[in-house]
């Protein structure tokens, strides 16, 4: 068993996340080092964490070592320990084979294992131990996503002067799919130990909010939850962003747009570039995309010699079963197309199973014409807003599901139903035969919002909107 850390620090500012921002890697002789791995949600809370005494608590990446709490550049990593079973159980297992399923509309059938609970139970414990341990006297944290959604209460158990907040970066599901899970109402009651909740849609804010009226039986009013004690909690859409900056500068760079125009050569200078990149999924939607895609080819409507499709897919949950299996789905489907559809030289799918530096990314964003992002269901995605963030010129096209979170925002997208597959292949045309003009007045727009709503705006919206509650609340309570 895994025992917390001694050494504590004092923290104003925490973020409880699953992982911590850095990773440890193991090098040639043996040794370790710690590596930054740049997010857009480090990036957003580093600089008010530096000026706030902050403490990022979360698992560093591999079981079974014990970690001392240390800094990395200006705020406190506090690490907590995972033990090999606990990551099968708590992180495979429960987050990511119970409640991501679940969340995500039922695209795969959730497994309900009585272990898992146990092991999520634990591990979430722990997690909230860390951060009472870690927090100086009224003290603002903030718990991050599904893998955590216990912590809330659990904390405010052992520390009732801490302010709260919860954000779960995927979907809130309906009450019709969300009462199945046996432990529903530990989970509502965990994610209510928060002040404020924050989801990427006011639909789900409305659908946490609805299930505990309904199944806690506490009294609600619109965006608020009344609790026995007087207490009350708010339930809040604050959609997620990118570092829109940030991005655009990368796609700006000079070996970025070098390495674009190389991109464009080595798939044999095509005339049109489609690209899908996303964490090999199964709600992503890949595979009804690259059929769409093929059908396309099949009917004569795309030629091989200049329309190709660059798929990135990021290895991911390998060791989960669901997860296997679309791989081997996809590699098979991929291989067919190819074999039918490809010529000498012009396969059909250009198709990536790896990760890549930051600098590919951009340059490949630079380097497709048309992104197609096609999720059945999706938080948000980031994604897309970085293939906005990069078209400086205000060209390209985003063909987006209706069922991504980002389609709230991305109105001027060519939107689908990603169930749809006639529609689906009709609207990729319409998006590779649009009009520069079309297009650029559809970017404009969209390169308007990504940035005026970045991720340090989602950050300070947040953290502003927590403060706020309190101030008004200490207002109403004060004698
Ligand atoms: C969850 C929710 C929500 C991907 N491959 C590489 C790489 N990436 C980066 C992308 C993007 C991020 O990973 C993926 O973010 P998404 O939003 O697209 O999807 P999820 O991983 O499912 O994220 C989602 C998000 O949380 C935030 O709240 O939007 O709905 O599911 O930033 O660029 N980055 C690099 N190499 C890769 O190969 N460097």
């Known amino acids: ?17 699953n992982r911590l921002p850095v990773d440890r890697v193991v090098n040639d002789d043996g040794s370790t080092e710690w590596r930054a791995s740049p997010g857009g949600l480090v990036s957003a809370l580093a600089p008010v964490m530096r000026k706030n005494e902050g403490a990022w608590i979360g698992w560093p990446g591999d079981t079974g070592t014990e970690v001392e709490p240390f800094e990395n550049d200006g705020i406190a990593l506090v690490p907590v320990a995972l033990s090999d079973q606990e990551y099968a159980e708590f992180y495979e297992g429960f987050s990511n084979d119970t409640l991501w399923p679940l969340y995500h509309d039922l695209v795969a059938k959730p497994s309900f294992r009585r272990e898992w609970w146990d092991s999520y139970v634990t591990v979430n414990q722990r997690f909230a131990d860390a951060a009472a ?3 100086a006297e009224g003290a603002t944290v903030w718990v991050q996503d599904y893998q955590l959604q ?5 904390l405010r158990e052992l520390r009732p002067d801490l302010r709260i907040g919860f954000y779960l970066h995927i979907p809130f599901p309906p009450a019709e799919l969300f009462s199945q899970l046996p432990w529903r109402r530990q989970v509502l009651e965990g994610l209510l130990g928060a002040d404020l909740v924050g989801f990427q849609l006011s639909g789900a804010a409305q659908n946490f909010v609805r299930l505990v009226r309904q199944r806690v039986g506490h009294k609600t009013h619109r965006d608020t939850v009344y ?7 708010r339930a809040r859409a604050f959609p997620i962003s990118i570092d829109t900056e940030g991005f655009e500068e990368l796609a700006r760079s ?11 050569r080595e798939l044999g200078n095509p005339s049109t570039v489609f690209l899908g990149i996303d964490r090999l999924d199964y709600t992503k939607g890949i595979y009804a995309r690259l059929r769409a895609f093929s059908e396309l080819i099949a009917d004569g409507e795309l030629d091989v010699e200049d329309a190709v499709f660059v798929q990135v897919a990021t290895p991911s949950r390998e060791r989960v079963d669901q997860y296997r299996r679309l791989r081997d789905d996809i590699d098979r489907l991929v291989g067919r197309i190819n074999g039918d559809l490809g010529r000498i030289g012009r396969p059909a799918i250009s198709y990536l199973h790896s990760s890549f530096p930051r600098e590919e990314m951009a340059a490949l964003y630079r380097a497709a014409d048309v992104m197609v992002v096609t999720p059945f269901r999706d938080g948000m995605n980031l994604v897309a807003k970085e293939y906005v963030a990069c078209r400086f010129h205000e060209d390209g096209a985003l063909v987006l599901s209706e069922f991504a979170g980002a389609a709230d925002e991305l109105r001027q ?5 990603p169930y749809d597959i006639n529609g689906m292949k009709a609207t990729m045309m319409q998006a590779h035969r649009a009009e520069p003009k079309e297009l650029s007045k559809r970017m404009r727009a969209m390169r308007k919002t990504v940035t005026e709503n970045d991720v340090a705006h989602w950050a300070s919206t947040f953290l502003d909107s927590l403060a706020l509650d309190r101030d008004a609340h200490d207002k109403q309570t004060r004698p």
Not at 1 to 17: F, G, I, K, N, Q
Not at 150 to 154: N, R, S
Not at 413 to 417: D, P, Q, T
């Open 150 to 154: 216990l912590v809330p209460q659990m």
């Open 413 to 417: 997208a060519y939107l689908v139903n």
């Open 133 to 135: 341990a870690n927090a």
């Open 227 to 233: 609790l026995p004690d007087g207490r009350v909690v």
């Open 254 to 264: 000079e070996p970025v747009e070098t390495r674009a125009a190389e991109i464009r």
């Open 1 to 17: 068993e895994p025992s917390s850390t001694s050494t504590t620090v004092a923290a104003d500012l925490l973020v409880v996340a």
